[in-house]
């Protein structure tokens, strides 16, 4: 049986407020829920097996130690988890790019790498679906949502990179949003969630 | 900032794409207009889903033990497990969470939920303080419990040190306490076992920056003997079987 998004959020709301009374049991379903995903989209950011490993650790560390301070905000835990990663995986970045590595990352840009074959229903069938709704964002709204996204690009920077005017970053940034959110709906709606 | 501006930032936002003084005013803006918050909160969730539109890649196991050894090592956040959480009954190893046994938080959860309307550093202060405090309260209430025994740990090689074992066989819970130990060595940490018939692992921690460490473990019953405690030094993440020298030891008198 499927499960609602919306539950999903409501049973990872209940784990973290249980990790933030220090319970172990909680925290490790927590990691088990999430660290192949979030491991991925490290790994999509920064390229390195290694490094997504690292900051893999000091995420959950996060988690494990602010939990409490995430409980009272009654915010969307996944959003939070998933802020945290990429905050991390930039601070990382940038600190790779200060000690000059850029060029050599660049090369392995492109490799990919087999996900181990351990239970990945959920987090495949997730990924299909959301999948499914980005290729229908348009190109324009889509390459936006990318880079800023998974490159971490700021607004003036995505406009020098794709030469576009500020605010055709901007307006592009929010439609590619309102479609992506319009279509994740759409996709669940059709599979019966 | 006016109310048609902010909303055509609210992609950026949600991106994390916003720069110095917008980033300021819109978030000044958000602190007054509900709508903008709901809509944030959607686009947020949005952006989110864009973690899922890459192939998930399934941690090693060693990453696995580290990182969730790395949180048990954690002093800073060790906790008693409250009394109703105790497991009950051999070979239970997993508890299944429901939303609705959450809700029953008591008086820590009530206090924190009539603090969320005033100011957050503040809050959160107060929040991290009263999880302590009522840790700390939970920890003295099973050490004073009738049922519980102790045990101390002492070394040669360590006589400042001072640790021991309180335990329940009853209710299945085991705490331990140090005070005074040295930080272990580089990669290293330290890990407790409970010696009775066999040799069980029962925490691995560090030291925090007083020498002090707290671990909680679930006591394994085993047949009416005097259980041995010790504590020695391996390799982190830790160890299934020891490996390194005993620094500490202690064992209980009688029927344990």
Known sequence: ?193 | MTHADAHELLGLHALGALEGDQATALARHLTDCAPCRDEASELEQAAAGLAHTVPPLVPSPQVTQRILGAANADVSRAAIRPAEDRMRGAGVTRRRWHPLSLAAGGALAAVVAGLVVSNLALRARLDRTGAMIARGRDLLEFIASPDVRTVALTSDRLPRARAFVAYDRRSERLVFVAFDLPPPPPGQVYQLWAIGDGVRPAGVFSTDSRGGAVLRDRWSPEPAKAPLFAISLEPAPGVPEPTGKMVLMGGARGGG
């Open chain 1, 1 to 193: 049986m499927r499960i609602w998004r919306q539950a999903a959020d409501l049973e990872d709301g209940a784990l973290l407020a249980a990790v933030a009374r220090g319970d172990r049991d909680a925290y490790a379903a927590f990691y088990h829920r999430h660290s192949a995903t979030v491991l991925g989209l490290l790994f999509r950011i920064l390229r390195s097996r290694a490094d997504a490993e690292d900051v893999l650790q000091e995420v959950f560390l996060q988690v494990w130690r602010q939990a409490d301070q995430f409980s009272a905000t009654r915010g969307v835990p996944f959003v939070w988890l998933t802020t945290l990663a990429r905050s991390r995986a930039f601070d990382r970045l940038e600190a790779i790019a200060s000690r000059q590595r850029t060029v050599a990352r660049a090369a392995s840009a492109f490799v990919e790498v087999a996900p181990d074959t351990v239970d990945l229903a959920t987090a495949a069938e997730d990924e299909g679906r959301l999948r499914r709704a980005l290729v229908r964002v348009p190109d324009a709204q889509r390459e936006v949502l990318l880079l800023a996204y998974f490159e971490g690009l700021s607004q003036s920077a995505i406009a020098r990179r794709l030469q576009l005017p500020l605010g055709t970053v901007k307006s592009n940034a929010r439609l590619g949003l309102v479609k992506l959110r319009q279509y994740i709906r759409g996709t669940r709606e059709r599979a019966g969630r």
